[in-house]
């Protein structure tokens, strides 16, 4: 199984580990050339989870030393961090879900220095000294490249960072609800909370005698379903569900199966008869993973299944029309014709529509996530994935 989008990523890694962010076509400019703003990380994390799940179900040999280079790159750019004892006895009272006067809240807690230590046990990405720029998604998603690179190649040179990381995402956490945004916030976020659902879930499921997370999921699984289970998001979908289906591989909770039959019924319900001209691989992912439940638990015969197999051909369909192809310069619409020599270099690489004219990392790595997922659960044939 070799996917293009591996071999452009293989390719034009840099010395410093990362990959260039992306490219608008239409303006002829690299996004990103110079900096590494605090989401360009997280969606360096992001592919390299996609690049370590791809590595662990085809043991392709060129992506271990890439995944290394992630891994390397994400230390370097971590920053310390911990909880005082007075920290964590006040986050125990769920003060930190109080709906209101956040605002006061939080600058009382930073005042009191009550957010975060910039010491401990704990580590986050940040692309600085900034701990506002230090996301939980960074943290999440490091967190899972190195579990999913470790089960796969038995490397386990990664173990100290793998603690950190996942100490820096414990710290993160409100009891009784999701992650912190960053060590300066009180708030949640959805694709965070879902990132780190993620992480955590694949962590217990390759240390399973950690009692201590063991424990911490317990809370977070019930925590999350009860948050989202009631109130949808669209941005938690994907990563939620992709967590949920990861709990229910381990745990065979009928709680979690009936979490993702709502989401993915509710989710399948705002998409139906509204076809988009988007990128919907991160979409995909989801109901791949929610398929992949529903065959664990024999139902993927039943109406839900059937409905998510059909949206899923449909939009791979499209998504894979989206991939730049070797030697390809130019775009063609109805009404406009882009000449666009830069895109050869990209050839792999998933645009963000069909009308658009620009491609980004986290784009790619939805696509090759999407397609890794349908492949192990073996729900798309060879000629429809982009797989060669």
Sequence with gaps: ??????????????????????????????????????????????????????FALTKDPRARPAIQRFLRAFGRHALPIGKSRGQVLLEATRILS????????????????????TKGPGAIPAPGADYGKAYAGAAALALLTELRYTQASRDNQFAPLRQAWLQGLIALRIPGDGFRQFPTSIDTNAYMDGQGWLALAQYHHSFPNDHGVTALLADLDMALMRKYGTAFRAEFYHWGTMAAAARYADTRDPRLLAFIEQQTRTFLSRVAGRPSADNTCASVEGVAD????????????????????????????????????????ELVFAGARIIAPRMAAYAGAFRSGVYAADTQIDLTAHCVSAMVKLRRNGLVPRRTDGVR
């Design 98 to 117: 109080l709906p209101v006067g956040r605002y006061k809240l939080r600058a009382a807690l930073a005042r009191l220095g009550l957010l975060y230590e």
């Design 1 to 54: 199984m070799i996917l293009p989008a591996v071999g452009q990523w293989l390719s034009t890694q840099r010395p410093d580990g990362f990959l260039p962010y992306g490219y608008d076509f239409l303006a002829n400019e690299a996004r990103e050339p110079d900096t590494l703003s605090a989401a360009n990380l997280t969606r360096q994390a992001a592919t390299a989870a996609a690049l370590a799940d791809y």
């Design 290 to 329: 929610a398929l992949g439940a529903l065959q664990r638990a024999r139902e993927d015969h039943g109406a839900l299944a059937q409905k998510a197999m059909e949206w899923v051909m449909i939009e791979m369909h499209k998504n894979t029309a989206l991939q730049i192809q070797p030697g390809q310069g």
